[in-house]
């Protein structure tokens, strides 16, 4: 490593940051790489073909790190699994040992990498096999920091960093913020790129899990990260619950890969139940909460349709 950064901590020269761009928002972009370049060696923006304007000002963007900053430019959206593989490809042909995927509007805390780093060191060496390390986000939305998720009996699990612990083992991590071995993807296997988007990280990590690796959340190791565009919280049934709203067409990538993850062997039974459980929630909630009900009820049904019948890829049309 370098000598330590003032602003971003220590840099870890031997990790490509693996930025993943579609029609980036100008200021919360801007934001995204200005809280990384401190910390890596080298960056890598995968664009899953944005628009001219856009393509422009990721340009201009990037360009202020031209030194240690690259774009990928793709000619068609190749879907969030295909663009987190070019460039864990890329960031191997350039000699790193570690890649760092992040979303375009994910900004990591100050020493992220280097903690989320030293956390892999000390368990390598302890004789653990770790797919990925990630930190812990913190939800503007809600205002919330984020636990690490493991699977329950009868839903998912925010397991908290209790007080005096370093690191939690998880069942899957987040794909936004998470630091990947290289070494390992080549056991592992690459990310599916069949899926898209939605659910691109639960596959693969519990594909990882099938194959002997563990997930580590890093308590110490912090973003800024939020899951989906707004949230609204209401009762249904029994208790209070959080819903994280999307763009419609998301919903037919969460009903269909949902579907999908059913049809893989290494998948866990507990995961299947909670599947189904929360495909069935989807839709009551959807319907409940006004606005674009018809629109994201196509969707869904939709995405039901394709996952029976085993289509993948990107929506057409």
Known sequence: MSDVDEKSGQRCDD??????????????????????????????VVDNASGAEEKALIERQVAQ????????????????????????????????????????????????????????????????????????YFDHLTGLYSGFVQVGTFDLMQRPCEQGAEVVEADFLISSGTLVPLAGVETIGPIDEQFFIDYVDTEWCFRARAAGYKLIGVCDAMM????????????????????????????????????LLLRRSYIPLRWRLIVLKRTIVLVAILIIIPGARGERFAMISRGLYDGVRGATGRLAG
């Open 224 to 259: 800024t990260h939020s899951l989906g565009e707004r949230r609204v919280r209401f009762w249904f049934p029994f208790r209070w619950r959080s819903f994280s709203f999307h763009k419609s067409f998301r919903y037919y990538y969460i009903a269909r890969n949902g579907l």
């Open 65 to 136: 790190y031209a030194e240690m900053a690259g774009v990928a430019f793709q000619a068609e959206n190749l879907g969030l699994g295909a663009a987190h593989n070019i460039g864990m490809s890329l960031a191997r042909e350039a000699g790193s040992r570690f890649a760092l995927l992040l979303d375009q509007d994910s900004q990591a805390g100050t020493g992220m990498v280097a903690k989320l780093r030293a956390a892999y060191e000390q368990l390598a060496a302890e004789g653990e096999q770790v797919a990925g390390v990630g930190p812990r």
């Open 15 to 44: 990790v490509t940051a693996v930025i993943v761009t579609y029609n980036p928002p100008a200021e919360a972009f801007a934001a995204t790489l200005q809280a990384i370049a401190g910390q890596v060696g080298r960056i890598l």
